[in-house]
C-alpha cells in the first residue's frame, strides 16, 4: 500500500521536472512543475472526436493501457515494503501487464486507418519486442543473485549481500534507466516534445486520440514513467533507515531522475530511426553482461 | 462404453447411405457417442487412481486390441474430444454451402474421416502396443489426408495433400523403425519395453529416432515444412482440429517415450531445447512475413511447437540435474501449453473460416475493416489473439509462466551449464512473446481494423450463429484456464505421474499453484480495474460533446485506404534484423539515380522459409538429380520388369540364408 | 571494486563494438583508459613504488588522456563520415556479446590456477572485440583505433598473469607504448600526407 | 558561323525592345533550347507564356553564367486552338515545370512530357477539370506498399502542401510533393495594382522570408525600364539588407533542423541568435524582415553611422556566439549521425532538375547570381563563395552556417566602407516613373534560397503588360522529393527543414 501511494507521489511531479530542466537548460522559465497534470485535468474534461473507421477497439484501447498500466502498479514494491500483490515469478506477469496495455494501444492504432498511427503501431510493437529480453535478463540476474524470485523477495535481498550487491545495483539501475527511456518514448528513441508526426513513435500513435482518451494515456504514461524509476531507486535505498528518510531519499532520487533525463535529452540529438535497434539491443547486451557476472560469481570463481 | 464406442465407429459407415442432408446431424450424434464413451474413459482415468483398460473385443493376428488409458493419455483425450466437439460443430455451419455443392460421396468421406480423425487420435494416445499404436498413427494420417484434400478440384490442394501423406509416411517409417529397434533388443514392441532398453542402451539414438519421428507430425523445426502448406489447404474445422490437437500427438509421442528416458538426459534435453527454441524463434519470424492469415497461424503452430520444446526440453534438463521444480514446471508449462494451443489454435482458425465466409479471402493485403461485419467474430479473434502472445488474462500467459517460472527458480540454485540454457530459453522465450504481440497486433489489426483494401465495393455474408457458437465455447475454455488457473493443475499433476521419476506433488507445483491463485485474482484486478475506469469514461463520455468525422489525414480529403500500413510494410522493419532466417525476394526495379521522372514500375516481395530453403529443397534437388539413375531401371519391357522380382526374390533368399534378416 | 572496473570495461567494449561515428570512440577509449589506470591502481600494490609509478604513468597519461586527444587532434574536422561496415549495427552488437559470452565459457572452462578468470575475460573479449572492430570497418582510423582496443586486451591479460609476473607487466606495457608509439606516428604521417590538400571531397575517397 | 544568332543577349537587369526579341518557328526554338542548354554554363532561368492579342508568346531566357548575359528569344503558339508542342522536358529536365506551367495555364499540350501534371491550380487555368483531389500522383503497382499523405495542413504551423510518400515499411520509395493549394494570383495582381507602391508591397509579400530578395528584384526591374541610375550608397544598403536576411534565415533554419533533431541546445541558440537580428531590421526600417526597406529610386530609411556602428557590434556578437555553436554541433556526434549522408541528391540529380542557390551549392554547382551575373553591390565587392560536395543534411547546414559566417564578414566590411550617408535620397515618386514602352525587361536576384527571377513587359503606353516571377523553390522542391528516395520517412522533417523551400514562392 505504501509502495502504490509513494509511486502515486512522485507521478505528480516526476513529468513536470523533466520539462522544467529541460526549459531550464534553453534558457527558457519553463512552465510550472505540475503543469503537465493542469494539461490531463484539462484532457479530461475535455469532449472527444472519434473517427468513423474506429470501433470498439478503439473505445476500449487508452481505458485497458490505463487499467493495465494501474494493475501493474500494485506489483511494485518499494524498498523492503511490500507491493500489494507478490508472488513468486510476479514480475513475468508486471511486464506481460504492461504488453497486454501495449497491445491494445498498439491495435487501436491500426483502429483508425490512417498511415500515421500505423506506423507509430508498428514502431511500437518493433521496440518493445527488443526491449523486453533486457528486463526480463535483469530480472533473472537478479533472482539469480539473490535466489528469490518475485520483486519483494529479490528488493530486500539485494541489499543483504556484499559490496557486490552495490554494483550490481548500479548495473541494474543504468539497464533501468535505459529501458524507462526505451517505455516511455523519451530520447534518444523517441522525442516527446516533437510535433513532426513521421518522426514519432509513442505520439503518433496516440495521434487520433483525443480528449478524455488522451488524457488516460498520459496518466499511464506517466505511471509507467515512475514504476520503472521506482524499481530502479529501489536497488539503492537502505532498509535500516527509517520510514521518513526512506522516502524523503525516494523522492529526491525521484527528482534526480527525473533532472538526469531533461539535462541527457537538452545536449544531444535523437537517435537515427533505425539506430534505436542496436541501442535497445545494446541494453539486453549490457543485462546479458549481468548476468553472466553473477554466473560466474554464483560458481565462486 | 467399449461398447458405444465400437458402435458409434461401425454406425459411421452408415454415413455413405444417408440422405446428404442428413449427414452432418448423424456425425454430429456419432461424435457425440464418441465423445460421451472415451471422454468417460478419460475421465475415470484422469480422476481414479488406477490405469483404465478398455478390450476394444476386436482381435488381430498379434492379440486383442486393447486401450490403456493412463492419466497422459486422459489428459489428452479430453483434450482432443473437446476441440474435436467444436471442430464438427464449427464444420456444420462451415460446409453448409460445400454440402449443398459437392458430390454426395466427397461428403460423405470428408464426414466419415472427421470422425474417424478422432478415433484414431483417441486410439493413438490409449495404445501402449507398438503395431496397434502403428495402425492407429496410419489411420490419423490417413483420415487427417482425406480431410485436407477436400477441396481436392484445385490442384494446388491435391499437391499439398500428396505431401503431407509423404512427409507423414516418413515419419511412420521413422517411428516404426524405432519400435524395430527396440524390438530388436527387448524382443518386444511397445512403449513398455522402451524401459527396459533405455535402461540397458545407449537413450540418444533411439530417442532422437522417437523424436524425428514424432517431430514430423509435432512441426519442429526442421520437418515442419508440410504445416504451412497443409493448414491453408485444408477447410478451417479441419485446420483447427489439425493445429490444435492433431500435431498434439507428435508431442504425445515424444512425451511419452521421454516418460522413459534414464541416461543421456543432458544431451538429450539439450536437443530437445534447442530444437524448441529454434522453431519457436523461427516459427513466429515466418509468421510475421506471411501475408495469407492461415498461412500466418501455421507458422505459428510451428512457434507453439516450440514453447513446448523448451518446456520439454528444460524439464529433460531438470531432470538430468536433480531439479524436481524445474523438471515438474517445465513439464507441466509443456502439457498446458498443448491444452491453451489446442484451444486458441482452433479458435483462431474458426475464426479465419469466419472471415473467409465473410469475404471470400483470407488474405491481408485484401482484408482490413472486418469489425464492422463481423463484430462476434472479431471478438473471439481478439481473444484468440491476445491468448496467443501469451498475455494476461488468457490462458496463454498460465503455461508460459510456468515455464518462465521454471526457467528463474532454476536460476536461484543453478550450475554453469543450467544457467546458460535457462538463459538462452528465457531470452527466447521473451523475444517469442514480443514476436507474437508483433504478429498478432498485425493479423488482428490489418484483418478486422481500418478500412478494407480494395477498390471496389464488396460485399459480406453474414456468420450464422452455428459458426460463431463453437468460438464461443472455445473463448470459455480460454478464459476459465486464464481466469481459474488452479482448476487445471490437479488434471496437470495428474498426467505428469505418467513421468515415474517427477515428483507430481512436488512442492514447486505447489507453490505455484498458490502463485497461479494470485494471477487469476490479479486478473480479476484487472477486470475490476478496467470495468472502473471504463465507468469512469462512460460517466466522462455522457458529459461532454463527441463528435465523430473523418480519420485525420492533415486536411487532404481524396486519401484511401492506401494510406493503411500493409503486411508487408508491417514486417518489413522486423525483417531488417531477422534477414538471416527468412528468404526474402523483392520484384521491384528501383528508382535509378538519374530516374528523376520514373516509369511504371510494380512493387512485390516474396518471403519463403531459409530452413525449407536450404536444407529440405537441398536435400531434394540432390534426389531429383541421383533418382532418374534409378530411372533407367524403367526400360518399358514387360521381360525386364518381370527380372525385379525374381532378383529381388533372390537377394532375399541369399541375405536369409547368410542371416542378414 | 576491481569486479566492477572490469564489468565496466566490458559494457565499453559493447559500445565501442557499435560505434558508427569516429568520433564516438575518443571518449569510450579514454574511458578504457581510465578503467585501465583503475585497474593497474587496484591490482598492483605488490610491485615496488617506480614500477607501480610507471604503469600508472602509462595507463593514465598515455592511454586515457594522450591517445584520445591525439586521435581527436588528427581527425579534428575531417573524419566523421559513417563508417562504411559490411556488419549492421545491430548485428555487431550480438556479435560483441557473442564474443563475451564464449570468452566467459572458455575462461570458465579454463581452469587454471595462473590465469586470473577475470582479467582473461574481459582481456580476451577485448582482443577478440578488438579484431572485429578491425575486420569490420575499413578507414584508417577505425583501424587505429582497433588496434588499441587490442592493445588494452594485451595490458589486461597482463594483468592476469600480472601478480604472478611483474615483469611481464613491465615488458608488455613497453611493448605497448613502443608499438603504439610507432604506429601511430605511421598512422598519423600517412594522414598528414593524405590530407596535405584538406578538401572534404576527399573523405569520400576515405570511406572506401 | 555567320548565322545570326537566334537570340538576343541581355545583362543582369537588361531592358531589350519588344521588337528586337526574336521571334522563332517551335522547332528552331526547340533546337535553340536545346543548342542553348548543352552548352557549358547554360540554364533556363525563365520560359513562360505571354497572351498577345491572338497569339501566345513563349518566351525564353537561358543564363549563360560564364559571360554574366541571358540570353532571350521567343516563339508563338497560336492561342485559339489545342496546340501540341513537343516536349523539351522530354529531354532537358528542368524544362518539365516551365512546360507543365504553360500547358496548365493555356491548354497547349507537350507531347511526350515525362511528368505532365498541374503545377498550382491558378484560378486562370485552361483546364478547369484538374481539381486539388484529383491530382495523378505516381503509384507504385502492387498492393505491398503504403502511402502516407501529410499536409496540406501540417503539424507545424507552416503553409500548405500535399506529400505523398510511397513506403515499404520506414523506407520511402518515392515522395511526390503536391503543391498549389494557395491560390493568390501574384502574377495577375501585380498588372491589376494600379500603384508603383502596391506593386511593391505586393513584391515584398511575394514570400514572406524573402521580403528584401523579391522586393529587390522588382525595384532593379522597376529601375531598369524607368531608366533609374541609382547611388552607391543605395546599392550597398541593399546588398547589406539582402545579406543580413540570409543571415537571419540561416541562423533560423539551423535552429529548426536542430528541433527536428531534438537537438535542443543549438535550437535554443540559433534561434536566440536570429532575433536580435531581424530585431536590427526593425530598427533600421520599422520592420522585422526587411519589409519597406526597398523602394523604386531611392530609400525612406537610409543608412547612416549609427546604424553602421550598432551593426558592427551586433555582427560581433552574433560570430561571438554562433561560431563556437556551429563548431560543437558539427562535432557532436548523435548530430553528425543524423545529418551525414542523410537525404543525399547527388550533382548529377542536381543538374537534371535544374537545382538553382544553395541547394544546388550544397551538392557541388556552383550557381550563384551574385557572381554568375551580380548586382547591386556584388559588382563591386566580391563575396565569398562557397560550394560543398556531399548534398545530403550535413553539407546543407554545413553551406548555410558557411554562408552566415561569410555574409557577417561581408556585411560588416560593408558597414565600415559605407560611411556617413551624405545624400539619402528618397524614392522616386509615382508620376515621375516613366517605363519604357513595348520593352523587356529581366531581372535576376540571388535571394538566400537561391536566383530570384522577374520578368516584365511593357505595353505601347508603357504600363505593365506582362509579370512574371519565378522563386528558386520552383525548380528545388524537386530536390527535396528526390532527396528522400530510399531514405526512411522519419528523416524527411530536417530533410524539409534543410531545404526550407517556400509554398508560396512556388504557388504564387
Given at each position: ?6 509511486i502515486l ?5 516526476f513529468?513536470?521536472?523533466i520539462?522544467?530542466t ?10 510550472g ?20 473507421v474506429?470501433?470498439?477497439v ?8 490505463l487499467?493495465?498500466?494501474?494493475v501493474a ?10 507491493a ?16 497486454l ?7 487501436s492504432a491500426?483502429?483508425?486507418s ?38 519483494n523477495?529479490i ?11 552495490i554494483?550490481?545495483?548500479?548495473i ?16 534518444p ?14 505520439e ?9 482518451d ?18 530502479s531507486a529501489?536497488?539503492?535505498i537502505?532498509?535500516?533507515?527509517s ?9 529526491i532520487a525521484q527528482?534526480?531522475?527525473?533532472v ?5 535529452e537538452?545536449?544531444r540529438?535523437r ?6 535497434a ?24 | ?11 459411421s459407415?452408415?454415413l455413405?447411405?444417408?440422405?446428404k ?10 461424435q ?6 472415451t ?6 482415468a ?6 483404465v483398460?478398455?478390450p ?16 497422459l ?13 467444436a ?81 507423414m509416411?516418413?515419419g ?30 545407449s ?7 522417437f ?10 523445426i526442421p520437418?515442419?515444412t ?25 508431442i504425445?509421442g ?17 536437443i ?9 524463434l523461427?516459427?513466429v ?7 495469407d ?32 521444480a ?9 502439457l498446458?501449453h ?12 474458426f ?7 465473410a ?9 482490413g ?7 462476434a ?22 503455461s508460459e509462466?510456468?515455464?518462465y ?7 536461484t ?8 540454457a ?15 504481440v ?17 477498390f ?15 468460438l ?19 488434471p ?6 505418467a ?34 475506469v471504463s465507468?469512469?469514461?462512460?460517466w466522462q ?8 468525422g ?5 486536411g ?6 492506401r494510406h ?10 522486423l ?17 535509378a ?21 536450404s ?23 514387360i521381360?525386364?520388369y ?13 541375405l ?6 | ?8 570495461f ?20 579514454g ?7 583503475g585497474l ?10 617506480l ?8 595507463t ?10 591525439f586521435l ?17 549495427g ?18 570458465h ?20 572485440i ?31 598473469l600480472?601478480?604472478e ?16 608509439v610507432?604506429?601511430?606516428g ?7 600526407d ?15 | ?7 538576343a543577349?541581355?545583362p ?15 522547332s ?11 552548352l ?15 497569339n ?15 540570353k ?16 523539351l ?11 507543365r ?5 493555356f ?7 515525362p511528368?505532365?501534371?498541374?503545377v498550382?491550380?491558378a ?10 483531389n484529383?491530382?495523378?500522383?505516381y503509384?507504385?503497382?502492387g ?5 502516407v ?14 506529400f ?35 506593386r ?22 522597376m529601375?531598369?525600364l524607368?531608366?533609374?541610375t541609382?547611388?552607391e ?17 540561416h ?13 535542443q541546445l ?25 519589409k ?12 547612416n ?6 551593426l ?15 563548431e ?15 537525404g ?41 563563395h562557397q ?52 520593352t ?5 536576384v ?34 527535396l ?12 522533417p ?15
Open positions: 500500500m505504501l509502495a502504490l501511494l509513494v507521489l512522485s507521478c505528480t511531479f513529468p513536470g521536472v520539462v522544467k529541460k526549459a531550464l537548460f534553453s534558457g527558457r522559465k519553463g512552465p512543475i505540475f503543469q503537465p497534470w493542469i494539461d490531463i485535468v484539462r484532457l479530461l474534461k475535455k469532449g472527444s472526436v472519434y473517427s468513423t474506429s470501433s470498439y478503439f473505445q476500449t484501447g487508452a481505458s485497458v493501457y487499467a493495465s498500466v494501474l502498479a500494485l506489483f511494485v514494491p518499494f524498498d523492503q515494503h511490500t500489494l500483490i507478490s508472488f513468486p515469478g510476479d514480475f513475468v506477469m508486471f511486464a506481460y501487464l504492461l504488453g496495455g501495449r497491445f491494445f494501444l498498439i491495435i491500426l483502429d483508425v490512417s498511415g500515421f498511427e500505423g506506423m507509430g503501431a508498428n514502431r511500437e510493437a518493433f521496440y518493445s519486442m527488443l526491449a523486453e529480453p533486457a528486463f526480463f535478463i535483469l530480472m533473472g540476474s537478479l533472482a539469480m543473485f539473490t535466489g528469490y524470485t518475485s520483486f523477495e528488493f530486500i535481498n539485494l541489499h543483504y549481500q556484499d559490496y557486490f550487491s554494483i550490481i545495483a548500479i541494474a539501475a543504468f539497464v533501468l534507466g535505459n529501458l524507462t527511456l526505451v517505455e516511455t518514448s523519451r530520447l528513441i523517441d522525442d516527446p516534445l516533437t510535433h513532426l508526426e513521421l518522426t514519432m513513435v509513442h503518433v500513435m496516440v495521434l487520433d486520440h483525443s480528449g478524455i488522451l488524457g488516460l494515456i498520459k496518466i499511464a504514461n506517466n505511471i509507467k514513467f515512475v514504476l520503472f524509476s521506482t524499481l529501489n536497488c539503492f537502505p532498509q535500516t533507515w520510514l521518513g528518510m526512506q522516502i524523503a531519499v525516494y523522492l527528482a534526480g531522475f527525473a538526469g533525463i531533461g539535462y541527457f537538452s545536449f540529438a537517435n537515427k530511426m533505425a539506430m534505436n542496436q541501442y535497445i539491443l545494446s541494453i539486453s547486451a549490457i543485462s546479458m553482461i549481468l548476468i553472466f557476472v553473477i554466473i560466474i560469481l554464483n560458481n565462486k570463481i | 462404453m467399449s461398447l458405444l464406442f465400437n458402435t458409434s465407429l461401425l454406425l459407415f452408415a455413405f447411405f444417408v440422405p442432408r442428413m449427414k452432418y446431424l448423424v456425425t454430429l450424434l456419432l457425440v457417442l464418441l465423445i460421451v464413451s471422454g468417460t474413459w478419460a475421465l475415470d484422469l480422476m481414479g487412481s488406477e490405469v483398460i478398455v476394444l473385443g476386436i482381435s488381430t493376428w498379434s492379440g486383442e486390441i486393447i486401450m490403456t488409458i493412463d492419466k493419455s486422459a489428459f489428452f483425450i479430453l483434450l482432443l474430444d473437446f476441440v474435436c466437439f471442430g464438427v460443430l464449427y464444420a456444420g455451419g462451415y460446409l453448409r454451402t460445400s454440402i449443398a455443392k459437392k458430390r454426395d460421396v466427397i461428403i460423405s468421406l470428408h464426414f466419415f474421416s472427421l470422425l474417424w480423425l478422432n478415433a484414431s487420435m483417441v486410439l493413438v494416445t490409449a495404445m501402449g502396443d507398438g503395431l496397434s499404436f502403428l495402425l492407429a498413427w496410419e489411420l490419423m494420417s490417413l483420415t487427417s489426408f482425406i480431410l485436407v484434400i477436400f477441396e481436392g478440384q484445385k490442384e494446388t490442394t491435391l499437391r499439398t495433400g500428396i505431401n503431407y501423406l509423404l512427409q509416411h516418413l511412420f517409417a521413422l517411428i516404426m523403425f524405432g519400435f524395430l529397434v527396440v524390438k530388436d533388443a527387448t524382443g518386444e514392441m511397445s512403449f513398455q519395453a522402451l524401459g527396459p532398453y533405455f535402461a540397458t542402451h537413450n540418444t539414438i533411439v530417442f532422437l529416432i523424436f524425428a519421428g514424432f517431430g514430423i507430425k509435432a512441426g519442429f520437418l515442419h508440410w504445416l504451412p502448406k497443409a493448414h491453408p489447404a485444408a477447410p478451417s474445422h479441419v485446420s483447427g482440429i489439425m493445429s490444435g490437437v492433431m500435431i498434439k500427438m507428435g504425445y515424444i512425451l511419452r517415450v521421454t516418460s522413459f528416458l534414464s541416461a543421456d538426459q543432458e544431451l538429450i534435453g539439450s530437445v531445447l534447442s530444437v524448441g527454441i529454434v522453431s519457436g523461427v516459427g519470424i515466418l509468421a510475421i512475413m506471411q501475408h492469415l492461415k498461412r500466418l497461424l501455421a507458422y505459428h503452430s510451428v512457434e507453439n511447437i516450440g514453447i513446448i520444446g523448451i518446456g520439454i526440453g528444460m524439464s529433460i534438463l531438470g531432470m538430468a540435474n536433480q531439479d524436481p524445474l523438471a515438474v514446471l517445465g513439464m507441466a508449462g509443456a498446458l498443448c491444452v491453451n494451443h489446442a484451444l486458441f489454435k482452433s479458435l483462431l482458425f475464426t479465419t473460416g469466419n472471415i473467409y465466409h469475404t471470400g479471402t483470407v488474405n491481408m493485403d485484401e482484408l475493416g472486418l469489425v464492422h461485419h463481423a463484430r467474430t472479431s471478438l473471439a479473434f481478439l481473444v484468440g489473439a491476445i491468448a496467443i502472445s501469451g498475455i494476461p488474462p488468457f490462458n496463454g500467459f498460465i509462466f510456468l515455464i517460472n521454471g526457467i528463474v527458480v532454476n536460476f540454485h543453478a550450475t554453469f551449464a543450467m544457467s546458460l535457462g538463459l538462452a530459453s528465457l531470452v527466447s522465450l521473451v523475444l517469442i512473446g514480443g514476436l507474437c508483433y504478429c498478432f497486433t498485425k493479423a488482428f489489426g490489418l484483418t478486422f481494423l481500418g478500412s478494407r483494401r480494395s471496389h465495393p464488396v460485399t459480406y455474408h453474414r456468420i450464422p450463429w452455428i459458426m460463431i457458437f463453437p464461443v465455447l472455445l473463448g470459455l475454455a480460454i478464459t476459465l484456464i486464464g481466469f481459474f488457473p488452479r482448476l487445471i493443475v490437479e496437470l499433476a495428474g498426467a505428469l505421474t513421468f515415474g521419476n517427477l515428483e507430481a506433488q512436488s512442492p514447486a507445483l505447489l507453490s505455484t499453484s498458490s502463485a497461479l491463485q494470485a494471477i487469476g485474482l490479479t486478473n480479476l484486478v484487472f477486470v475490476v480495474a478496467m470495468v472502473v465507468s469512469l469514461r462512460a463520455q455522457a458529459r461532454v460533446v463527441r463528435a465523430t473523418p480519420t485525420w489525414g492533415c487532404y480529403s481524396a486519401g484511401d485506404f493503411q500500413y500493409t503486411p508487408t510494410s508491417y514486417a518489413s522493419s525483417l531488417e534484423v531477422v534477414e538471416p532466417a527468412v528468404v526474402y525476394r523483392k520484384d521491384y526495379p528501383s528508382i539515380e538519374a530516374d528523376i521522372f520514373p516509369e511504371k514500375r510494380s512493387f512485390r516481395t516474396h518471403t519463403s522459409d531459409r530452413v525449407e530453403q536444407v529440405v529443397i537441398t536435400i531434394i534437388d540432390l534426389l531429383i538429380k541421383y533418382l532418374p539413375m534409378a530411372g533407367r531401371a524403367q526400360t518399358g519391357y521381360h525386364h518381370l527380372l525385379y522380382p525374381v532378383v529381388f526374390m533372390i537377394v532375399i533368399v541369399l536369409t540364408h547368410f542371416n542378414y534378416i | 571494486m576491481i569486479n566492477f572496473v572490469i564489468i565496466l566490458i559494457i565499453t567494449l559493447i559500445y565501442l563494438s557499435k560505434v558508427e561515428m569516429v568520433k564516438s570512440y575518443y571518449p569510450l577509449m574511458l578504457q583508459g581510465l578503467l585501465l589506470f593497474a591502481l587496484l591490482e598492483l600494490h605488490e610491485v615496488d613504488a614500477q607501480l609509478a610507471f604503469i600508472l604513468l602509462e593514465l597519461i598515455f592511454k586515457a588522456i594522450f591517445v584520445p586527444l581527436l587532434r588528427i581527425t579534428r574536422g575531417k573524419i566523421h563520415r559513417h563508417q562504411n561496415s559490411p556488419v549492421k545491430y548485428y555487431a552488437v550480438f556479435i560483441a556479446l557473442v564474443i563475451i559470452v564464449l570468452s566467459f565459457i572458455t575462461s572452462e579454463m581452469h587454471d590456477e595462473f590465469l586470473d578468470v577475470k582479467y582473461f575475460t574481459a582481456a580476451t573479449s577485448s582482443i577478440l578488438g579484431l572485429f572492430i578491425a575486420i569490420n570497418n575499413r578507414d584508417l582510423v577505425t583501424h587505429l583505433i582497433a588496434y588499441l582496443v587490442i592493445e588494452n586486451g594485451i595490458f589486461l591479460l597482463s594483468l592476469a600480472g601478480s609476473l611483474p615483469m611481464f607487466v613491465n615488458a608488455a606495457i613497453l611493448l605497448d607504448i613502443f608499438t603504439s610507432l604506429i601511430m605511421i598512422f598519423f604521417n600517412k594522414l598528414k593524405y590530407f596535405q590538400n584538406t578538401d572534404i571531397s576527399q573523405l569520400s575517397q576515405l570511406k572506401d | 558561323m555567320n548565322m545570326p544568332q537566334p537570340y543577349t541581355l543582369n537587369q537588361g531592358t531589350l525592345p519588344l521588337k528586337e526579341l526574336p521571334v522563332l518557328s517551335y528552331e526554338f526547340f533546337q535553340t533550347v536545346s543548342h542553348l542548354l548543352g557549358e554554363g547554360h540554364h533556363c532561368v525563365a520560359c513562360y507564356g505571354h497572351r498577345t492579342l491572338e501566345i508568346q513563349i518566351i525564353c531566357c537561358i543564363a549563360d553564367d560564364l559571360h554574366h548575359t541571358i532571350v528569344f521567343s516563339c508563338l503558339a497560336e492561342g485559339n486552338r489545342l496546340v501540341r508542342l513537343a516536349s522536358a522530354k529531354t532537358h529536365f528542368p524544362m518539365h515545370l516551365f512546360e506551367e504553360i500547358a496548365e495555364n491548354g497547349i499540350e507537350f507531347m511526350y512530357h511528368w505532365p501534371k498541374p498550382r491550380y484560378w486562370n487555368r485552361a483546364d478547369k477539370t484538374q481539381v486539388i484529383n491530382y495523378p500522383f503509384r507504385i503497382d498492393n505491398e506498399l503504403h502511402e499523405g501529410v499536409g496540406p495542413i501540417h503539424a507545424g504551423v507552416i503553409e500548405p502542401g500535399h505523398r510518400f510511397l513506403c515499404n515499411g520506414e523506407t520511402v520509395l518515392h515522395l511526390e510533393i503536391q503543391l498549389g493549394w494557395q491560390h493568390r494570383g501574384v502574377e495577375a495582381l501585380f498588372l491589376e495594382m494600379p500603384s508603383l507602391l502596391q511593391t508591397i505586393l513584391s515584398e509579400s511575394i514570400a514572406g522570408d524573402t521580403a528584401v530578395g523579391h522586393s529587390l528584384a522588382f525595384v532593379n526591374l529601375e531598369s524607368g531608366n533609374i541609382v547611388p550608397e543605395l546599392e550597398l544598403e541593399r546588398t547589406m539588407a539582402l545579406e543580413l536576411e540570409r543571415i537571419a534565415m541562423l533560423g533554419d539551423l535552429g529548426n533542423v536542430n528541433i527536428g533533431m531534438a537537438y543549438a535550437s535554443s541558440v540559433f534561434g536566440t541568435l536570429r532575433t536580435p537580428l531581424i530585431n536590427y531590421t526593425q530598427t533600421w526600417c520599422g520592420n522585422r524582415f526587411g519597406g526597406l526597398n523602394r523604386v529610386g531611392g530609400t525612406h530609411y537610409p543608412f553611422e549609427e546604424l553602421a556602428k550598432k558592427v557590434t551586433l555582427l560581433d556578437k552574433v560570430e561571438e556566439s554562433f561560431s563556437p555553436m556551429s560543437r554541433l558539427f562535432s557532436l556526434p548523435s548530430f553528425l549521425m543524423r545529418a551525414e549522408t542523410i543525399r541528391v547527388t550533382e548529377k540529380q542536381m543538374r537534371l532538375i535544374g537545382a538553382v542557390g544553395m541547394t544546388a551549392r550544397a551538392a557541388g554547382i556552383p550557381s550563384d547570381i551574385r557572381q554568375s551575373h551580380p548586382f547591386a553591390a556584388y559588382k563591386r565587392y566580391e563575396i565569398d560550394t560543398l560536395e556531399q548534398g545530403d543534411v550535413w553539407a546543407r547546414m554545413m553551406l548555410r552556417s558557411l554562408e552566415v559566417k561569410d555574409s557577417i564578414r561581408f556585411v560588416r566590411e560593408l558597414a565600415q566602407r559605407s560611411g556617413p550617408a551624405t545624400n539619402p535620397s528618397s524614392p522616386i515618386k509615382e508620376m515621375d516613373l516613366k517605363l519604357m514602352p513595348d523587356f525587361c529581366i531581372s535576376l540571388e535571394g538566400w534560397r537561391g536566383e530570384i527571377c522577374h520578368c516584365a513587359i511593357t505595353n505601347d503606353r508603357g504600363e505593365l503588360a506582362h509579370y512574371k516571377i519565378k522563386d528558386p523553390s520552383f525548380h528545388n522542391w524537386m530536390a522529393a528526390l532527396s528522400l528516395r530510399d531514405l526512411e520517412i522519419s528523416d524527411f530536417i530533410n524539409n527543414k534543410s531545404y526550407n523551400l517556400s509554398y508560396c514562392g512556388f504557388d504564387l
